[in-house]
């Protein structure tokens, strides 16, 4: 069935330092989103990509998604300890529109004043 | 908008009880879903359902169901609460009809549950 990797699972950087959390499909997605989830709080959506080798820039995160459409990233330059909190992607079936995504385990970042 | 509301924020529970958690929104999206989030594993889902009278199975349905009989609710039943049923719940909602540009989904503040 479907799955979505993603890796690390754990990041701990001191502040200024980059971070990269990595996503991998097992099959092709329609488009693939990202959503930061702050310590107690919820999942709140950043962005979503949907074309092939796109790539979307916010502020300090740069997001990509991969040319086959299976793998994604999301890079944050010189860390803030606002950046805390877990990013988790999710990916939707190519040719799907009826809603379901499937989440990644999330990447849990630490950043150390 | 409220957007998406989930009641209780905390309960607790005794084995083999049964309760209810709510969850309500207001922008009249087709697809609602309920998660489950445990330390190290994510969010996985547990029921979803795309529209009222709609709904399917996720990832851990057992010991829980759904019955979606309007647009705007989708509560979450438990039949005979068990200690791995502790968790923290998240109701979230998004379109779902093809055209939308950007289905992005939008999570209630979530329900934390204890059972003991």
Same mark, same amino acid.
């Given at each position: $069935?479907?799955?979505?990797?993603?890796?690390?699972?754990?990041?701990?950087?001191?502040? $200024?330092?980059?971070?990269?959390?990595?996503?991998?499909?097992?099959?092709?997605?329609?488009?693939?989103?990202?959503?930061?989830?702050?310590?107690?709080?919820?999942?709140?959506?950043?962005?979503?990509?949907?074309?092939?080798?796109?790539?979307?820039?916010?502020?300090?995160?740069?997001?990509?998604?991969?040319?086959?459409?299976?793998?994604?990233?999301?890079?944050?330059?010189?860390?803030?300890?606002?950046?805390?909190?877990?990013?988790?992607?999710?990916?939707?079936?190519? $040719?799907?529109?009826?809603?379901?995504?499937?989440?990644?385990?999330?990447?849990?970042?630490?950043?150390?004043? | 908008?409220?957007?998406?509301?989930?009641?209780?924020?905390?309960?607790?529970?005794?084995?083999?009880? #049964?309760?209810?958690?709510?969850?309500?929104?207001?922008?009249?999206?087709?697809?609602?879903?309920?998660?489950?989030?445990?330390?190290?594993?994510?969010?996985?889902? *547990?029921?979803? #359902?795309?529209?009222?009278? *709609?709904?399917?199975?996720?990832?851990?349905?057992?010991?829980?169901?759904?019955?979606?009989?309007?647009?705007?609710?989708?509560?979450?039943?438990?039949? #005979?609460?068990?200690?791995?049923?502790?968790?923290?719940?998240?109701?979230? #909602?998004?379109?779902?009809?093809?055209?939308?540009?950007?289905?992005?989904?939008?999570?209630?503040?979530?329900?934390?549950?204890?059972?003991?």
């Amino acid at each position: $069935g479907q799955q979505v990797m993603q890796i690390p699972q754990y990041q701990h950087v001191q502040e $200024g330092e980059d971070f990269t959390t990595y996503c991998n499909s097992s099959t092709t997605l329609s488009n693939i989103q990202w959503y930061k989830q702050r310590p107690g709080g919820h999942p709140v959506f950043l962005i979503q990509l949907v074309k092939s080798g796109e790539v979307k820039k916010q502020k300090r995160l740069t997001f990509q998604f991969g040319e086959a459409k299976k793998n994604s990233s999301l890079h944050i330059t010189a860390t803030q300890t606002t950046d805390v909190g877990t990013y988790f992607c999710a990916g939707r079936n190519r $040719g799907s529109t009826l809603g379901r995504l499937y989440f990644g385990r999330g990447t849990q970042l630490t950043v150390w004043p | 908008n409220a957007g998406v509301t989930q009641t209780p924020k905390f309960q607790v529970l005794k084995t083999g009880q #049964s309760m209810t958690l709510q969850c309500a929104q207001d922008m009249n999206h087709e697809y609602m879903s309920w998660y489950r989030q445990d330390p190290g594993m994510g969010l996985r889902l *547990i029921h979803y #359902s795309v529209g009222a009278g *709609i709904t399917d199975q996720g990832e851990v349905p057992n010991g829980y169901n759904v019955s979606r009989s309007t647009t705007e609710d989708f509560p979450l039943r438990l039949l #005979s609460a068990a200690p791995s049923q502790t968790s923290v719940y998240f109701c979230a #909602s998004s379109y779902s009809r093809s055209g939308r540009s950007q289905n992005e989904q939008f999570f209630g503040p979530g329900t934390r549950l204890t059972v003991l």
